[in-house]
């Protein structure tokens, strides 16, 4: 069963910090799992590579955003957003999701099936803003029907593709990071929402009850 993730803890003040909150908030996360390795859950060490991940250098390929774990297992599902050679989304349905099947592999994926999209699909998906420095998407998850979800692109300054999904956690703007699933005999116990603030400083959660 994979255990809920540890709450992140601030950085050493002597470690220098970078200059945007989504850099920095990435940042404390990958140190923080570092220092807790080999303690840390396989959820917290997946989500840490998606981070990292998620300030990819784009060349028209995916960037990882956020993704959905599990109690009762190691996989994920993994939600991405294909990229432009500017850091834009590409076409009009650029999120997509698929499993990572880490019980069988760090590297081992699968297609989400058609009986699952009521579970892990998206409501809907719309190309709010495109140009030559990036856009914005807004989503709705099947599973959230009511927390709209906005991916927003960009590129950094180092030249780095940037991808972030801004949603409502515990009544305020927050960077999802991951959906935790905690499930019990007859379906699902409740969902744990987990983001960064905006300012990159802490992690923000809130419990839905199903």
């Not at 190691?74 to 880490?102: E, F």
Request: net charge positive.
């Amino acid at each position: 069963m994979t255990s809920n993730p540890a709450t992140p803890q601030p950085r050493n003040p002597a470690t220098p910090q970078p200059r945007d909150p989504a850099t920095r908030a990435c940042a404390r996360l990958t140190e923080y799992v570092k220092q807790l390795m080999p303690r840390a859950s396989a959820t917290l060490l997946a989500i840490a590579l998606a981070c990292r991940g998620a300030a990819a250098r784009a060349d028209g390929s995916v960037v990882p955003v956020f993704s959905i774990a599990k109690s009762e297992n190691k996989n994920q599902v993994q939600y991405v957003v294909q990229l432009d050679d500017h850091c834009a989304p590409a076409g009009p349905a650029p999120l997509s999701a698929y499993w990572r099947m880490l019980e069988q592999g760090p590297t081992q994926t699968a297609p989400i099936l058609p009986r699952e999209v009521p579970a892990y699909g998206l409501a809907s998906q719309a190309l709010v803003a495109s140009d030559t420095s990036g856009g914005q998407v807004r989503a709705v998850l099947k599973a959230l029907p009511g927390r709209a979800v906005t991916v927003v692109t960009s590129r950094g300054g180092d030249g780095a593709c940037r991808a972030l999904a801004t949603m409502s956690i515990a009544g305020a703007p927050a960077y999802l990071f991951n959906v935790y699933v905690h499930l019990k005999w007859d379906g699902v116990d409740y969902l744990l929402l987990q983001g960064w603030s905006t300012d990159g400083s802490r992690v923000v959660r809130e419990k839905l009850m199903r």
